[in-house]
């Protein structure tokens, strides 16, 4: 009966888990290179994914990180390490909306991607340096209890800014 309920458990966070990262957060894989050779299951490898800033248009991402192999990883069992690196870049007419501008220091999510089958995700936050007029992209792994501090920042200067009212 215990064994019963803690796997019922389990699969309740698993589905959590799921959905929770089932948001319009999605990126676009453009390629991949393998790192290391598995025998059984996918190679351990880095992927390149795009995204879009889903709140100011004009602004695209990439993302490169670390994706494990082996038979968890093909399974998608296996936890990702925290690596990862973040270029963005102006790629149109930026608009900024008001609340972008006077967002607090705590930043706004605008992308999140599950790197365990459990709890662990890459995120990119976004923020707003009023006063050099940048745009500035912050990607790190958190964990429900120990994330890593492992991060990289990537900075967008806007250069023909139009504000929302």
Known sequence: ????????????????????????????EIGSVNTAFVLLGANHKIVIEAFDDPKIPGVSCHLSRAKTGGVKGTLGIAEDTSDASIACRQTGVIVLPSDVQTKKSDGERVFKESTSLLFKHIQV???????????????????????SPKNAISTVQITNTLFEK
């Open 1 to 28: 009966m215990l064994m019963n309920q803690t796997l019922h458990t389990l699969c309740r966070y698993a589905l959590l888990g799921l959905f929770s990262t089932s948001t319009a957060l999605f990126a676009e």
């Open 125 to 147: 936050v976004r923020f707003y340096d009023a006063k050099r007029n940048t745009l500035i992209y912050m990607s790190y792994s958190d964990k429900l209890i120990d994330g």
